[in-house]
């Protein structure tokens, strides 16, 4: 990086940030610096996963607050959870608004996806073979979405429920992407 790329680079992560950049970490500026130069779709997912992988989730604020969600994802034998039943039997993960990869392997149980509302509705999921096995704009799926508030870390938020309409196989494991 040349000397005006870094002038600039500060520049803008000041203006991003305000005049403190006290709390934020040199990669969490930089990756913020590179997601604002991207505009190809493909290298901004590919960015905000790194991001995610250096547990940089959310979007700062303008307090400097870092918000990060709970996904639920796994499968379970019971249909209840759908009505938001304890979803702590899932597998979770914290995450942000971006798509995520997620193992999946069960046999007849149903296979639950579950994301705060706030992060809006998935807009597709797609098997380990890049099949799409849900579709927001579809009217019909393998999935059922039902709303349910669920505790989290004693907050009560409301998460859309992903569950497939009948107990299902997945063998061997396959990495299901979640593409909002």
């Given amino acids: 990086m040349g000397y005006q790329e ?3 680079s500060n ?3 000041r203006k991003i940030y305000g005049t403190s950049l006290t709390g934020y970490s040199t990669e969490m500026m930089m990756l913020d610096y590179v997601l604002g130069k991207l505009v190809d779709t493909e290298d901004m997912n590919k960015a905000k996963l790194l991001r995610a992988k250096f547990n940089l989730v959310g979007e700062p604020d ?8 709970t996904v639920y994802y796994g499968m379970s034998a019971d249909d209840s959870l759908s009505n938001g039943g304890d979803l702590s039997s899932l597998n979770s993960v914290i995450n942000s608004a971006i798509n995520a990869e997620v ?3 069960g046999t007849s149980e149903y296979i639950y996806f579950a994301t705060p509302v706030s992060l809006g509705s998935i807009l597709k999921l797609q098997d380990g073979n890049d099949f799409t096995v849900y579709n927001r704009n579809a ?3 393998p999935f059922q979405l039902t709303q349910a508030t669920v505790v ?6 409301l998460y859309n429920i992903y569950r497939t309409h009948i107990p ?10 979640i593409i909002f």
């Fill in 6 to 8: 870094v002038f600039e």
């Fill in 11 to 13: 520049a803008l992560l």
């Fill in 62 to 69: 303008t307090s400097g607050t870092v918000t990060t969600y």
């Fill in 103 to 105: 193992p999946i392997i």
């Fill in 139 to 141: 009217t019909s799926g």
């Fill in 152 to 157: 989290v870390g004693g907050v009560s938020i």
């Fill in 168 to 177: 299902t196989q997945v063998q061997p494991q396959q990495n299901y992407d």
